[in-house]
Nanobody, 113 residues
Framework: QVQLVESGGGLVQAGGSLRLSCEVSGSIFNFMGWYRRAPGKQRELVATITSGGTTNYADSVKDRFTVSRDNAKNTVHLQMNSLKPEDTAVYYC?????????WGQGTQVTVSS
């Protein structure tokens, strides 16, 4: 059974930084990444990374967020800089063979203005 455990969320002022981490147990997948759901909105892609290091970012976070992974530890991280109030959301870690098939429980990120 695949389990994903996120950590690192919290409250930060606009312009600040946070680092999210996700530890995956039970299997190793090519696809890892982060999605988010803001209040009243649908879940959206934030950033993804393959086992080979190919990354994909939402336009809204490019040049501010960086996704990385440690294949040996089966973990994925999201470094978030220059945070904005509109980044406030529940952030979900995801993994799968080709896409987001397994999900973590989510971690809240709140950015105050």
């Amino acid at each position: 059974q695949v389990q994903l455990v996120e950590s690192g969320g919290g409250l930060v002022q606009a312009g600040g930084s946070l680092r999210l981490s996700c530890e995956v147990s039970g299997s190793i997948f090519n696809f890892m990444g982060w999605y988010r759901r803001a209040p009243g909105k649908q879940r959206e892609l934030v950033a993804t990374i393959t086992s080979g290091g190919t990354t994909n970012y939402a336009d809204s976070v490019k040049d501010r967020f960086t996704v990385s992974r440690d294949n040996a530890k089966n973990t994925v991280h999201l470094q978030m800089n220059s945070l904005k109030p509109e980044d406030t959301a529940v952030y979900y870690c995801t993994t799968g063979r080709l896409g987001p098939n397994n999900w973590g429980q989510g971690t809240q990120v709140t950015v105050s203005s």
